[in-house]
Nanobody, 121 residues
């Protein structure tokens, strides 16, 4: 019914920048909170940031200074601007969205399949 598709991952040099995108599609009435999570090669999984439908954000420690999260409600899209990346940012980045389906309640959480970000020289 709803799909989240991440894009924009790839290889980037340390100190560089990268923008990730997440597009939601389907029978969407409204998207509430949206988040980026990441999973390291060692399988540790953590929150990067969350943004509400009103634009309020919450961040993991230390990432707020380098990354920026944003969304376009008209496009059902989520973005993550990554700046001054380091090898420690290497991970699979996942999009999360709490979605209300047309004609259904309550909102349901959905996950994308992830996009790989590799920071290496």
């Amino acid at each position: 019914q709803v799909q989240l598709v991440e894009s924009g991952g790839g290889l980037v040099q340390p100190g560089g920048s990268l923008t990730l995108s997440c597009a939601a599609s389907g029978s969407i009435s409204r998207i509430y909170d949206m988040s980026w999570y990441r999973q390291y090669p060692g399988k540790q999984f953590e929150l990067v940031a969350t943004i509400t439908s009103d634009g309020e954000t919450t961040w993991a420690d230390s990432l707020k200074d380098r990354f920026s999260i944003s969304r376009d409600n008209a496009k059902n899209a989520l973005y993550l601007q990554m700046n001054r990346v380091t090898p420690e940012d290497t991970a699979v980045y996942y999009c999360y969205a709490n979605v209300r389906i047309r004609g259904r309640d309550p909102a349901i959480p959905y996950w994308g399949r992830g996009t790989q970000v590799t920071v290496s020289s």
